[in-house]
């Protein structure tokens, strides 16, 4: 999909870390390619402001040290968020405001079409992870979301399963959009060889990754598992994993070399909306252990092994059955590599413009084919 004639201008959140910084700057800089002019509005704590950089033409970086919304005190300051957030909007003349943080819409009129990614939310990760009530501090954060969602022009969710569990949960008359997330290929690598470990990569902290599943299976595995992230999160939430190699955040150089040397790589997670992690590990021909969930069946089913979720005896079994058998290492990280292909970044572009221009149907912009 390329702009017809003129140019579009798109407000476009961004949290400061994670997978939600990875899609956005992904995107933006695809955008921009295109022709469309972006500001990408960053929110939550900056830990490294040099991290924020984004180095391509077409795409303004502000950060706005406004709250991300599962960590905002109250709705009031999530309102606030909100309203600073359409005065920007205002002030960049943008045609159309692409949420990341879908709460900040709640009750907040935007002067133009407004289009929310549901990437993940409290609601549907307490379903997956605990499957109790919501406690009071989620329940009215989750409020917001049914908000948001009732009042966005669009939603788009990447992938088909959890835009039904999305629209499950909030009780949505139509699924969201799917527009699957992309990375960029790397060149190729060299062939798999002997497995030198096994790595994983995310919010250690998270209990919806299930790396404590991964640390009890740990001692039945004959390699060293490495485990890149933080341990601590933003909400104060810990994890002391003793039997994993803790590597800490990594940036984008560090996690490259880490794919680079080809490990077996795993994702134990009881909750994942999409895993950019996973995709670029594929993308760099690694071989992938995967828990058997929805949206990890619906992107890599035939191209990784799975595993129950939760299941420590049998994540320690597919690990060890690929650490001790490189032909089957080998075949697997060919199949990701393979796989990964359907999910890059044009992709993901071609996507969203598809569904910017639904939501710019009454607007005097026009993308064409």
Same mark, same amino acid.
């Given at each position: 999909m390329a702009m017809a004639d003129g140019g579009l201008r798109v407000l476009l959140t961004t949290d400061a870390v994670g997978g939600v910084r990875t899609y956005a700057a992904g995107l933006a800089a695809g955008l921009a390619r295109r022709g469309?002019? #972006?500001?990408?509005? #960053?929110?939550?704590?900056?830990?490294?402001?040099?991290?924020? =950089?984004?180095?391509?033409? &077409?795409?303004?970086?502000?950060?706005?040290?406004?709250?991300?919304?599962?960590?905002?005190?109250d709705a009031a300051a999530i309102g606030r968020a909100g309203q600073a957030l359409a005065a920007l909007a205002r002030e960049t003349r943008a045609d159309l405001v692409h949420l990341n943080s879908p709460a900040l819409l709640a009750g907040t009129p935007f002067p133009c079409p407004v289009v929310v990614a549901c990437h993940s939310c409290l609601?549907?990760?307490?379903?997956? #992870?605990? &499957?109790?009530? +919501?406690?009071?501090?989620?329940?009215? =954060?989750?409020?917001?979301?049914? =908000?948001?969602?009732?009042?966005?022009?669009? +939603?788009?969710?990447?992938t088909e399963a959890f835009a039904r569990v999305t629209a499950d949960a909030y009780g949505l008359a139509r699924a969201p959009d799917c527009v699957r997330n992309g990375a960029a290929r790397p060149a190729e690598g060299p062939p798999v060889g002997a497995a030198p470990h096994v790595f994983a990569a995310g919010r250690l902290w998270d209990e919806g990754k299930g790396m404590a599943v991964l640390d009890a299976a740990a001692r039945d595995v004959p390699l060293p598992i490495l485990a890149a992230g933080p341990t601590e999160g933003p909400n104060g939430a810990r994890t002391a994993l003793p039997s994993l190699r803790t590597l800490g955040p990594l940036d984008a150089a560090a996690m490259a070399a880490q794919l680079a040397a080809r490990p077996i790589v795993c994702a134990p997670s009881l909750y994942e909306p999409f895993g950019l992690t996973v995709l670029e590990a594929a993308a760099a021909g690694c071989p992938l252990v995967l828990s058997d969930i929805p949206t990890f069946r619906e992107l890599w089913d035939g191209a990784a092994l799975f595993s129950p979720p939760g299941d420590a005896p049998a994540l320690a079994a597919a690990l060890a059955d690929l650490a001790t058998d490189p032909v089957r290492r080998a075949g697997f990280a060919e199949a990701a590599r393979t =796989?990964?292909?359907?999910?890059?970044?044009?992709?993901?572009?071609?996507?969203?413009?598809? #569904?910017?221009?639904r939501g710019l149907a009454a607007t005097p912009w026009s993308l064409a084919s």
């Open positions: 469309v002019a #972006v500001t990408l509005a #960053v929110l939550g704590p900056v830990p490294d402001p040099d991290a924020l =950089r984004l180095d391509e033409p &077409g795409v303004t970086v502000v950060e706005t040290g406004l709250p991300l919304d599962w960590l905002a005190e609601k549907t990760w307490w379903d997956a #992870v605990r &499957g109790t009530p +919501l406690p009071p501090d989620f329940a009215w =954060r989750t409020e917001l979301v049914r =908000r948001a969602y009732a009042e966005a022009d669009a +939603l788009i969710a990447p =796989r990964s292909a359907r999910y890059g970044i044009d992709e993901t572009v071609d996507g969203t413009l598809a #569904v910017y221009r």
